[in-house]
């Protein structure tokens, strides 16, 4: 019986190792184990003779960790977002994060109209050009 032949369920394995779990994450083994010293959450266990064995429940995390590290998020944030009871969700970005720019965008535009309005006030115009002028001619003849 050919492998494309079976149609039953996929085999969950209890465990696998590093380099399955490296494989399929895309992630390599030395990675990996420095993630278990940067997130406290990732803890697989350990077999006799010292090897790693990671549960599904451990892929899901490193999937979730690699997924937002892939996002750009921090370690702090990272953890923030492991710690609570729903891995999957993103962390809120920080409201004053995204003040802090509406308030810089909302103060560069003002002062891009108050700059306007000094310009508008120093620039003299054609027609303040035909009065001095004007002015000129009268006072020769």
């Known amino acids: 019986m050919k492998k494309s032949e079976l149609n039953g369920p996929p085999i969950r394995r ?3 190792s590093s380099r399955e779990l490296s494989r399929l994450t895309g992630r390599d083994s030395q990675e ?11 803890r697989p266990s350990k077999s ?3 090897r790693r ?3 599904p429940s451990d892929m899901e995390l490193v999937c979730t960790i690699n997924k937002f590290m892939n996002q750009g998020l921090g370690d702090d944030d ?18 004053s994060d995204t003040t802090e720019w509406h308030d810089a965008i909302k ?4 002062d891009l109209k108050d700059l306007l309005q000094i310009i508008d ?3 003299p115009r054609e027609r303040d050009f035909q009065s001095s ?4 001619e009268n006072r020769i003849s």
Do not use: C, M
């Open 107 to 110: 103060s560069l535009q003002q």
């Open 133 to 136: 002028d004007q002015e000129r």
């Open 14 to 16: 209890l465990y696998y």
């Open 32 to 42: 990996l184990r420095d993630w278990e010293a940067r997130f406290p959450a990732l």
């Open 78 to 95: 990272i953890n923030q977002v492991l710690k609570n009871p729903d891995v999957h969700t993103q962390p809120e970005k920080k409201k």
């Open 53 to 55: 064995l990671y549960r």
């Open 48 to 50: 006799k003779t010292g």
């Open 121 to 123: 006030e120093d620039i």
